[in-house]
Structures are given as structure tokens and as C-alpha cells.
């Protein structure tokens, strides 16, 4: 029966694409006036669904009702015309043009057949008052951080008098203080009538801000339960089973590697205006974590020890041999592998197979002559994505339709295959399920217990408390302490995250995440 309040119901969805049931008898509905988020693991059909919604696909059964009246949805303009808007984690908004010109792209108002830039631009600053951000109309949308495009995002939605906002991921590369003021603005949203489906990996997030969840998992929709439902309930049906421990770390004694050299070693890197004086080290055997805020210069030094960003001062050691400025390919030729935070955008060619990516380090070394060994390749790909459980098709399948999770073992593989004792770990569960960040944290486990050496860098400091053996804090630029597993908590952590450095002769020029400078987004 249906709710008095009810915008949109989907009742029997049905979607197969080939080889694959993508949504299997989906029911799902939306009130006016509500959170209702949408939880199941990567490949669960989340996606799928909402790409039904927003006309990028069409269902092969099954019907979608707005308002109690059976629509069909054949693209994004059927989509605008029932008030849906959707918000997919890579904004969809052109870099060139301004603020007010994304908000009105191809619906600019005219006067006398000519754009009306005066009466966009002020449009646009009502809409951005709305959702409370303080940002020029007129400012390029390139030069804005992440923060603020998500704000954006949000006022061309409203633009469209959206009375449904569907919300992919929408947190997943804010900071804490910029996801208190998401759901601020999700919150006046909903006392405005606006009903919002809400999709997230974080846990903590839906009691904090739903209402009601709906579960998919193997693309059936397995039950709806309040948001007040315990995490391990909720973690039992996503995934079909309960996880006894979220961050199973297995310590092991970090060993001395060659002789009392650690694998790793970095001594007073330096790079004017990012970071300064940073030193430590990481043995075989050891997970060290990195913590901070966004904008403490962790990404920066991971891809200065990479050699992918040059630095000024200081020396990276592996092995006890020190390595050149600025080269990959002495870094990866010593042993060090970097997993990037953008895994899609750095770390994999996602038109390619799974066998051509697991081979994209190793392929040099598997050429003589101007001849790839094909053979080689592949049967070394198939050992390292059976040794990971990349769960896929099969070695050809396109890394771009693998879950995230999945391509994320993709990304660690290729290290793996180039037997790079040293890996840096640069966001490593981001955008993944609960499932499977269990997983990647057992691979972790596996990793040190036969001898490599793993830096890991998270923005989750559960995660990181979890998962470390030693926690490395920094703070604008600098390192501003070392805890041990028994030292480290949540409270010690922010303590020094937050402290003052020693010296301000570090002006900060960018974040880990290359989008915003400071906690506000500016």
C-alpha cells in the first residue's frame, strides 16, 4: 500500500545486461520529506538502479510510479521532468565555465534571444544562498575545491525544482567538518519536502542523517529497516554473513630486513611550501599509518618517496641504497610501489583488461626485442588474480565494469606482479563496501607476513587505528608525533592533528586531494 506521502515507488525492476542480472524483483519507494538510503556492496546494483532514475537506462520489467502515476523514463530529460536529480560521485560539471553557467547549462534564461547573464547570475546566487555556500556566481569552476562543487552539484539540482535528489557517494572526499555541513544542507532539504535517496559506504552516516535503508545485495533488494538499525545488523545484510572483526590487523614482529636496515627509510624531505623536514622509516612486516587532516601534505610526501613529485631537501632510502630525485623508475626498480587515492584516474586504464593492467608494470621487463612475452603475461596475471580473488568474468574482462573493491585488487596486483617489497597504500578503502574493505585489509595481512613493508594513508582513523602498527600524525606539512598501536587513539590522533607546527615556515599550497585549502573549502 502506498504511503500518502510517497513520490516515487518501484515495484519488480528487473535489468540483465549480458551474462549479468543487474537488478533482480527490486521494490523500492521514496516519501516526501525523508532520507532513505541506499546500502549494499559494490556491484550490488546501487548504481544500476539509480541510472534507471536518472533515464540512463530503461528497465527490461517491472514499473516505476511518480506520485502514484506510472512514468517511463527514456532519458535525463524525461528524468528533469518528474523533478529527479541525481549526483553521481564524478560531478558533472564543465571545468571552463562559471558557477552560474553550470547551474543553467542549456536552460539559460534569454531576453530579446540573447543569454541574460544579469538575471542567471542572480538566479544562481539565490540557489547558492540556499544550499549556504558563500561563492562568486561568476568563479570559474575549476578554481573551486571539492567541497563547493558538491554544493554546487547540489544548487543545479534545486535549479530543476527537484522534488527527489538522489546523492551518490557524496561524502566520500569531504572532511568531517565539510560533511557536517552536507548534511545541514540535507537537512533543510528534507524540512523543504525534497525526498533524497542518500547512497553511502560509511556506516556511522545513517543514523546520523536517514530515515529509513533499503539493503540490496546480488541486485535484490533483501530488506527495509529503520536507520536506527545496528551497524553489525546492517553489515549482516549487505553482505550475507556477520564480520566478526572490522579491521583484523595480524600483527606480526616487524623484522630487522637486511640486517638493522628498514625497508623503507626517509630522512628530513623537504619540499618548499608543502612539506618539511619529514623523516621515518617502515620495516618488513610493518603497516605504518599516516594520518592528518586534509591538507597536512600526506599524499604529497607518498608521491615524493615515489619519486612522481620532485622535492628540495632530505633522501629516500630502500634497502639502505639511496634513491635518486624525481624517477619512478628508480622507485619501482627498488622495490616501491605507490597505490594511488584515484585509483580510476591514476592507477588504472579502465578500458583495459584485467590482464593488461596487472602487466602494465611488469611489461618492460617481459619485452626482448621489440616482443611482448603474451604467454608469460597472462599466465603471471591469472596466478596474481587468483592469489587476490579479483572476482571477475574472466583475465580479458574490462577493469572498468569491476566493483571497486575488485579494482582495487587490480591496482595492488600489479605491484605484486612487479614484486615491490614497499607499498604505499594512498586511501586504500575509499568508495569500497564494508565486504570488501575486509578483504583488502586481509590482502594487508597477507602482505606483511611475507616481509613487505606497507605505508598506508587514510583519511578513515578508525581505519588507520585499526589497521597500523604505528601511527605517523602530520600536521601543516610537518610530522607532529608517532604513536604505537597501544599509544594511538582517536583523541591522541586529532590532539596532534590540530597542533601548531613548531615553526610557520610552511605555507601550504594544496591538500591530499588537490581540490581544497582549507577545512571551509576555500
Avoid: C
Avoid at 225 to 234: C, G, M, N
Avoid at 455 to 477: F, H, K, N, T
Amino acid at each position: 500500500m502506498s504511503h500518502p506521502d510517497e513520490l516515487l515507488r518501484i515495484e519488480g525492476i528487473r535489468k540483465t545486461f549480458p551474462g549479468v542480472v543487474a537488478l533482480d524483483s527490486v521494490d523500492f519507494d521514496l516519501r516526501r520529506g525523508e532520507v532513505h538510503v541506499l546500502l549494499g556492496e559494490n556491484g550490488a546494483g546501487k548504481s544500476t538502479l539509480i541510472k534507471m532514475l536518472s533515464g540512463a537506462y530503461r528497465p527490461d520489467s517491472g514499473r516505476i510510479l511518480a506520485e502514484g502515476r506510472e512514468v517511463r523514463i527514456h532519458g535525463a530529460q524525461d528524468s528533469e521532468a518528474l523533478g529527479i536529480a541525481t549526483i553521481y560521485q564524478e560531478f558533472n560539471l564543465v571545468p571552463d565555465l562559471t558557477v552560474a553557467e553550470n547551474i543553467f547549462l542549456g536552460r539559460q534564461p534569454r531576453r530579446f534571444g540573447l543569454v541574460d547573464r544579469k538575471k542567471m547570475e542572480a538566479d544562481a546566487a539565490e540557489l547558492l544562498k540556499r544550499v549556504g555556500v558563500d561563492v562568486s556566481p561568476r568563479t570559474r569552476v575549476r578554481e573551486l575545491g571539492i567541497a563547493r562543487l558538491q554544493m554546487v552539484e547540489i544548487a543545479k539540482a534545486l535549479s530543476l525544482d527537484a522534488r527527489v535528489l538522489i546523492m551518490d557517494e557524496p561524502t566520500a572526499v569531504l572532511t568531517s567538518e565539510e560533511v557536517e555541513k552536507l548534511f545541514a544542507i540535507v537537512r533543510r532539504l528534507r524540512e523543504d519536502g525534497v525526498g533524497i535517496v542518500f547512497i553511502t559506504h560509511h556506516l556511522e552516516e545513517i543514523a546520523a542523517l536517514g530515515d529509513r535503508v533499503t539493503v540490496l545485495r546480488d541486485g535484490r533488494s533483501i530488506d527495509q529497516v529503520p536507520a536506527s538499525t545496528p551497524e553489525d545488523e546492517l553489515v549482516r545484510l549487505m553482505v550475507g554473513r556477520s564480520i566478526e572483526q572490522q579491521y583484523p590487523r595480524e600483527r606480526t614482529p616487524a623484522r630487522q630486513g637486511d640486517g638493522e636496515r628498514p625497508l623503507l627509510s626517509v630522512r628530513g624531505l623537504t619540499r618548499n611550501g608543502v612539506f618539511q623536514d619529514v623523516s621515518f622509516e617502515v620495516r618488513a612486516g610493518e603497516v605504518v599509518g599516516l594520518a592528518g587532516l586534509v591538507g597536512a601534505g600526506r599524499t604529497e610526501v607518498a608521491r615524493a618517496v615515489f619519486g612522481a613529485d620532485p622535492y628540495d631537501e632530505g633522501r629516500v632510502d630502500v634497502h639502505g641504497e639511496r634513491l635518486p630525485r624525481h624517477d619512478v623508475n628508480a622507485a619501482m626498480g627498488a622495490g616501491i610501489g605507490l597505490v594511488p587515492e584515484d585509483r580510476k584516474g591514476q592507477g588504472l586504464v579502465l578500458d583495459a583488461s584485467v590482464q593488461e593492467n596487472l602487466g602494465l608494470v611488469t611489461l618492460r621487463a617481459a619485452t626482448r626485442a621489440g616482443l611482448v612475452d603474451l604467454k608469460g603475461q597472462r599466465a603471471a596475471a591469472v596466478d596474481v588474480a587468483e592469489q587476490l580473488g579479483v572476482r571477475m568474468a574472466g583475465i580479458d574482462q574490462h577493469v572498468r565494469t569491476l566493483s571497486g573493491g575488485n579494482q582495487q585488487k587490480v591496482v595492488i596486483g600489479k605491484w605484486l606482479l612487479a614484486k615491490s617489497r614497499v607499498l604505499i597504500l594512498d586511501e586504500p578503502t575509499r568508495g569500497i563496501d564494508v565486504g570488501a574493505k575486509v578483504e583488502i585489509y586481509q590482502l594487508i595481512n597477507e602482505l606483511t607476513a611475507s616481509g613487505h613493508a606497507v605505508l598506508m594513508i587514510s583519511s578513515d582513523l578508525p581505519e588507520v587505528l585499526g589497521m597500523s602498527d604505528r601511527v605517523l600524525v602530520m600536521a601543516q606539512g610537518r610530522l607532529a608525533g608517532e604513536l604505537s598501536a597501544d599509544e594511538a587513539s582517536q583523541d591522541a590522533v586529532m590532539a596532534l592533528a590540530v597542533s601548531a607546527p613548531p615553526t610557520s615556515e610552511v605555507p601550504l599550497k594544496k591538500n591530499d586531494d588537490n581540490a581544497v585549502e582549507d577545512p571551509d573549502g576555500r
